[in-house]
Nanobody, 125 residues
Framework: QVQLVESGGGSVQAGGSLRLSCSVS????????MAWFRQAPRLGRREGVA????????YYLTSVKGRFTITEDKAKSTVYLQMNNLKPEDSAVYYC??????????????????WGQGTQVTVSS
């Protein structure tokens, strides 16, 4: 079992920044990829935003490239999502996810088998 707890959400104005944190605990043997997803009412599903491998390879949703950065501090067992130049369309509940088994693409929801409870990000214009 892997437990994920997100923090760092909040309300900001367009152009502002936030840093989300995901604390990882439990049995991490076999854990490979970590990712951030978001879900907004307009989407109706969770959208993969950024993913990072244990080796540091990272992937991003096209609309957030150059604005968001995913990193992992292995010593602190924490994954971060630095979000800069936020836009109103970035407003959503953001979820942290962990992959331990199975195959799919790294920004696909079905690639991940553990999820956090989510943290709200609201960007006003």
């Amino acid at each position: 079992q892997v437990q994920l707890v997100e923090s760092g959400g909040g309300s900001v104005q367009a152009g502002g920044s936030l840093r989300l944190s995901c604390s990882v605990s439990g049995n991490s043997v076999g854990r490979s990829w970590m990712a951030w997803f978001r879900q907004a009412p307009r989407l109706g599903r969770r959208e993969g935003v950024a993913a990072i491998s244990r080796g540091g390879d990272d992937y991003y949703l096209t609309s957030v490239k150059g604005r968001f950065t995913i990193t992992e501090d292995k010593a602190k067992s924490t994954v971060y999502l630095q979000m800069n130049n936020l836009k109103p369309e970035d407003s959503a509940v953001y979820y942290c996810a962990a992959h331990t088994r199975g195959t799919s693409t790294v920004l696909s929801e079905d690639f991940y088998d553990y999820w956090g409870q989510g943290t709200q990000v609201t960007v006003s214009s």
